[in-house]
């Protein structure tokens, strides 16, 4: 019932922008928290960004001045803008929806930095 799905990944050059996009359906989208997490080939998955229900955010602080998450509950949409974009950022972006115990995750979207 519940599906995240994420859009938006692919290559950019260091320095560009990417935004991301999650869409959800099959939930109540304004009670969860909402987040994106990454995770690079041989490293663990780390949150990047999320956002409660209650529009309050946390940063990761390799992204903090960078990255910009935002919720329309209209539209039941967590998006990640990316901004000056360095390899570092070179991962899997995935969707993450959290109440209290539940989670659920989306697909995943690759984003590469490179030039």
């Known amino acids: 019932q519940v599906q995240l799905v994420e859009s938006g990944g692919g290559l950019v050059q260091p320095g560009g922008s990417l935004r991301l996009s999650c869409a959800a359906s099959?939930?109540?989208?304004?009670?969860?928290?909402m987040g994106w997490y990454r995770q690079a080939p041989g490293k663990q998955r780390e949150l990047v960004a999320t956002?409660?229900?209650?529009?309050?955010?946390n940063y990761a602080d390799s992204v903090k001045g960078r990255f910009t998450i935002s919720r329309d509950n209209t539209k039941n949409t967590v998006d990640l803008q990316m901004n000056s974009l360095n390899p570092e950022d070179t991962a899997v972006y995935y969707c993450?929806?959290?109440?209290?115990?539940?989670?659920?995750w989306g697909q995943g979207t690759q984003v590469t930095v490179s030039s």
């Open positions: 993450n929806a959290r109440q209290r115990i539940l989670t659920f």
């Open positions: 099959g939930m109540i989208f304004s009670m969860y928290a």
């Open positions: 956002i409660s229900s209650g529009g309050s955010t």
